[in-house]
């Protein structure tokens, strides 16, 4: 069974830093790209950041380019989401996914449970 898994989150002052992991089971994910997207109440699902395959390219979501960076470990089958000067509206649930193309909702095969990063002011 394909398992995506999430930790790393929790609640963190405004300024401040987490980093999130994405442990992949079941199946290898070495070909395909990964991502992170999150969803505030009463928003729809948000792009987040994305790497491919090999671990050299990556794109960013607007609201966290230069903040955020999104690393592999394909040896290890994880991912990272290293986020930096974290502000309230990254106040989010973060959800994990995997497939051909991250970068679109489309492209998403696999998803995670999503774990919660809160950011107080």
């Known amino acids: 069974q394909v398992q995506l898994r999430e930790s790393g989150g929790g609640l963190v002052q405004a300024g401040g830093s987490l980093r999130l992991s994405c442990a992949a089971f079941?199946?290898?994910?070495?070909?395909?790209?990964m991502g992170w997207y999150r969803q505030a109440p009463g928003q729809e699902r948000e792009f987040v950041a994305s790497v491919d395959w090999s671990g050299g390219r990556s794109e960013y979501g607007d609201s966290v380019r230069g903040r955020f960076t999104i690393f592999r470990d394909s040896g290890k089958n994880t991912m990272y989401l290293q986020m930096n000067s974290l502000q309230t509206e990254d106040t989010a649930v973060y959800y994990c996914?995997?497939?051909?193309?991250?970068?679109?909702?489309?492209?998403?095969?696999?998803w995670g449970q999503g774990t919660q990063v809160t950011v107080s002011s």
């Open positions: 996914a995997a497939g051909p193309d991250p970068v679109i909702v489309e492209g998403i095969r696999w």
């Open positions: 079941g199946h290898t994910f070495s070909s395909y790209g």
